[in-house]
């Protein structure tokens, strides 16, 4: 699989990463962290790649290394190979997708529609002031351990 990352852009340091979500007015923050060779990392970064140019009028998507830029790995508990989470006018908004985990996806997806429908969601309840939206599809029975 070639590695889609190289199409998305990286944030390469802490305060990178805090101008991106800080200065994003009116879309959702989209930011992928991980490394860009690690497996997972590299089907969910084929996601965002190929969703990229069809959620942008709503979303902006980053991807960060978390070997180069640790900053967050603590206060966002990265653990996971690939963690994808979501920020609107520098909040971090929470999304239930039925696994018990609100604060992100720390699995790659696989299916682009079911992407754009979260990242909508998140969109459209962030706008709203929620801080928790909940997905459009229950996650639970699917998350694989």
């Keep these: 699989m070639q590695a889609m990352s190289y199409l998305l852009p990286h944030l390469h340091s802490g ?3 805090d101008q991106a979500i800080l200065g994003e007015e009116e879309r959702v923050v989209v930011i992928r962290f991980g490394h860009d060779w690690d497996p997972q990392c ?5 996601i965002l790649a190929s969703v990229a140019d069809q959620i942008k009028n709503f979303a902006v998507v980053f991807l960060v290394d978390i070997s180069a830029v640790p900053d967050f790995n603590t206060m966002y508990e990265l653990y ?7 920020f609107f006018r520098n909040k971090h908004i929470m999304v239930d997708l039925g696994t018990g985990n609100n604060n992100k996806i720390n699995w790659a997806m696989n299916d682009k529609q079911e992407f ?8 459209r309840g962030a706008r709203k002031g929620r801080g928790l939206v909940v997905s459009p599809k229950d996650y639970s029975t699917k998350y694989r351990y």
């Excluded at 590299?42 to 084929?46: F, T, W």
């Design 42 to 46: 590299m089907q969910m970064d084929e």
């Design 80 to 86: 996971d190979p690939c963690t994808t989470m979501f």
């Design 15 to 17: 305060y990178a990463v």
């Design 116 to 123: 754009i429908d979260i990242v909508e969601t998140v969109y």
